[in-house]
């Protein structure tokens, strides 16, 4: 597949005499958002972290951006971005204090300044991660993958615990970086996220890719094959309501 960013082929990691990941194959197009989704324990979260060069795969073969996972993982290091979880950053640091750390560490030259306007924490550049709201930290958490302008960022679950109104800004955060060039490699536990944000996904169960297709296509074929909600669905949800009712604007307390 020409347009191929990430080629994962046959797939397979075991755990002493457990099969996590079982002969998977799948591609990632460049420029597109991808959603890997499945429940706890599917194996989606190693299948990730294989790409990442953060664990040894059992068989199969990985190549990203044309690099061959076996022969060269630090090339590959060098073209990923990988959203860290809170407890990875300093809480006593400043958020510029952050970023000239991990560009540091990249060896890349980067202005703090400029990447937290992009993530919408221009005002907080001089506050210390532990006091930014929990929206702000995901926004900052996504803005240190761009630190070494990677081709392709990963997203942990990066909307869990927000409130309705961080969501919906994270998501039009996420879209923007796609719109950029930036592919993105997401996971979620909200299927309403998924729908949204992403131009293709897979789920993954017990090991194995049981669907991939883009979201209305699956959509489509569930409907096809005679499935009906019982509760007819209405126009709108409660998250409508929330957000229309305190607004959208992004909240910078």
Aim: charged letters at 25%; hydrophobic letters at 40%; a negative charge.
């Amino acid at each position: 597949m020409k347009d191929a960013i990430i080629v994962v082929q046959d797939l397979v990691k075991y755990y002493d005499h457990f099969e996590a990941v079982k002969g998977i194959n799948f591609t990632v197009r460049e420029g597109e958002i991808f959603g890997l989704l499945g429940p706890n324990g599917a194996g989606k979260s190693t299948t990730l972290e294989i790409i990442e060069t953060l664990r040894h795969k059992t068989a199969g073969k990985v190549w990203v951006d044309g690099i061959d996972l076996d022969e060269n993982p630090q090339a590959i290091k060098q073209i990923i971005g990988v959203q860290l979880q809170a407890a990875g950053f300093y809480t006593k640091t400043t958020l510029v204090e952050l970023i000239d750390l991990f560009a540091g560490l990249y060896n890349a030259t980067v202005d703090a300044y400029q990447l937290l306007e992009s993530v919408q924490l221009q005002d907080k550049a001089k506050a210390y991660f532990k006091d930014l709201s929990g929206g702000q930290k995901q926004r900052f958490s996504i803005a240190t993958t761009l630190i070494n302008r990677p081709k392709i960022i990963f997203l942990d679950e990066p909307t869990t615990g927000l409130d309705p109104q961080a969501r919906r800004n994270l998501w039009d955060l996420i879209l923007k970086i796609r719109d950029n060039g930036t592919t993105i490699i997401i996971t979620t536990h909200y299927m309403d996220e998924a729908e949204i944000l992403c131009d293709r996904i897979a789920i993954i169960d017990d090991g194995k890719i049981i669907a991939l297709s883009t979201p209305d296509q699956l959509i489509d074929q569930l409907v096809a094959s005679g499935f009906e909600k019982q509760k007819q669905v209405k126009q709108a949800n409660l998250e409508d309501v929330f957000i229309q009712l305190t607004g959208k604007q992004l909240r910078t307390e």
